[in-house]
């Protein structure tokens, strides 16, 4: 299926593994030319090379973090003129809702909530004037159902995603779309380090973990980021133009509800 969507340029944050690297692939063959971050430099280089070559598009790496101010501002300045921005950057650290300070919940709203606000805020003006834009922020299945060990996860991407419900009709009328998409469990580096966690907690393997983890899981395993990626594709594409402010669920069916 043509995306529509060949030629344009991607920014595509937190993108040299997993998920973002997953909708970075997506876009690529779709014929995107990417902006791609992450703060290591080696799997960024990489994975920035391999898609290059393998699909033929251009594709500018950014060593930066994309949750800080100064990390923004070297990848905003190196990406020039963007038509499409996939909000990613790593989740907050599992605990028990009594460990979090003032300080904890600053981090994790900084990286998971005012991060993808400021580049919104950034880019989409640009994306307003030339009337035509897409924007896709990664967030989580706890928003639409809490993971009681995420609870710096839940606050900060519910946050978001307020804030994304009124922006995104507001944009609308010029062309822009944003909309959410929601992982559940995913077979990436980050499930390795949640899978490690239950195993700890419980005093289980990590192979007891993931079965008990996946047993949840109608589809009966975990999501690839192949799939995720080409799920973000559809969004970012000419084909997701009356599709405003969702938060679409990829999660295998484990959240058990009708809506
Ligand atoms: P992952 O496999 O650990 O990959 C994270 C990617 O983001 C890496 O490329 C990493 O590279 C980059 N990154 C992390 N922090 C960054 C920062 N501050 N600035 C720039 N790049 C950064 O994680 P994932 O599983 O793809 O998860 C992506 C997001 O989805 C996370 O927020 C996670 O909480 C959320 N999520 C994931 C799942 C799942 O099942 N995987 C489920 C629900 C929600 P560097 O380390 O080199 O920076």
């Not at 779709?30 to 280089?45: F, K, T």
Request: hydrophobic letters at 45%; proline letters at 3%; one cysteine or more.
């Amino acid at each position: 299926m043509d995306l529509g969507i060949a030629g344009k340029r991607a920014l595509v944050c937190a993108s040299s593994k997993g998920l973002g690297l997953g909708c970075a692939e997506a876009l690529a063959e779709a014929g995107v030319h990417l902006v791609m971050n992450a703060r290591g430099q080696e799997a960024l280089l990489a994975e920035a090379d391999r898609l290059r070559t393998t699909y033929g598009v251009e594709v500018t790496a950014v060593a930066a973090d994309i949750t800080t101010e100064e990390g923004r501002a070297k990848v905003l300045e190196a990406a020039g003129t963007i038509d499409i921005l996939v909000n990613n950057a790593g989740g907050p650290p599992p605990g028990m809702w009594t460990d979090w300070e003032r300080d904890d919940f600053i981090a994790a709203l900084d990286a998971n909530m005012l991060t993808p606000i400021a580049l919104i805020k950034a880019l989409v003006p640009g994306m307003m004037e030339r009337g035509w834009g897409r924007v896709v922020n990664i967030t989580s299945v706890s928003v639409k159902s809490p993971i009681a060990v995420l609870g710096l996860s839940n606050s900060a991407r519910a946050g978001l995603t307020g804030y994304v419900a009124g922006t995104a009709r507001q944009v609308a009328p010029h062309g822009v779309i944003i909309n959410n998409l929601l992982p559940g469990l995913h077979a990436t580096d980050r499930m390795i380090t949640l899978d490690s966690a239950v195993a700890e907690q419980e005093g289980i393997t990590i192979e007891e973990a993931r079965a008990q983890r996946v047993s949840n899981i109608p589809a009966g395993r975990y999501g690839t980021r192949q799939e995720f990626g080409a799920t973000c594709a559809f969004m970012c594409s000419q084909f997701a133009g009356f599709m405003v402010g969702q938060n679409v669920l990829l999660d295998g069916g484990q959240v058990n509800t009708t809506l």
